[in-house]
């Protein structure tokens, strides 16, 4: 995903591109930068979920204690919060 940063190509910064180039390339950039960092964030929460299984904690909610329903596992196998403690640490 980095490679198709046009922001990795060596020429990017004497290219002297055109305005409208230079935006398509920046947002193109910061998309790239987004993605990867949500993918970095899902990748520690899967780790954070396998190291749950083994300690037998996998779908116990990190802030009531109790089971997250098996529905919301199989949407989001990641889940660390049961709906209602998710939505409040989000509000």
Do not use: W
């Not at 970095?40 to 954070?48: D, F, G, M």
């Not at 904690?57 to 990190?62: L, R």
């Amino acid at each position: 995903m980095r490679k198709e940063d046009p922001f990795a190509d060596p020429e990017h910064a004497s290219d002297n591109a055109a305005v409208d180039t230079d935006v398509r390339e920046q947002v193109g950039h910061e998309t790239i930068e987004a993605q990867v960092k949500d993918l970095e964030r899902k990748l520690t929460a899967i780790q954070t979920a396998i190291k749950n299984i083994e300690k037998k904690t996998y779908g116990i909610c990190e802030r009531c204690h109790k089971k997250i329903p098996l529905a919301r596992l199989n949407l989001i196998p990641e889940a660390s919060y049961c709906v209602s403690c998710e939505q409040r640490l989000r509000s």
